[in-house]
């Protein structure tokens, strides 16, 4: 088992690292409200936040080439 949680790591990152993450489901639910599905970013009166792709790599922690 050590090998096949190696080698998904090695391909996926540390994302399989989120199944064992203790979510905070207050921030959770404040933050849906604002998130737009549209858009596919959060939205606050005029102005919108998204994540960038290097902000994705560093939660993940995974390369993107």
């Known amino acids: 088992m050590p090998k096949q949680r190696a ?3 090695k391909a ?3 994302i399989g690292d989120l199944l ?3 979510i905070n489901t207050s921030t959770l639910q404040a ?3 604002f998130w737009d599905p549209m858009l596919k970013c959060f939205m ?3 102005f919108d936040l998204t994540p960038t ?3 994705y790599q560093a939660l993940i922690s995974l390369p993107v080439d």
């Open 53 to 55: 792709i290097e902000e």
């Open 20 to 22: 064992y993450t203790t």
């Open 44 to 46: 606050f009166n005029t």
């Open 31 to 33: 933050l849906s409200h």
């Open 12 to 14: 996926y990152g540390s």
């Open 7 to 9: 080698k998904f790591t």
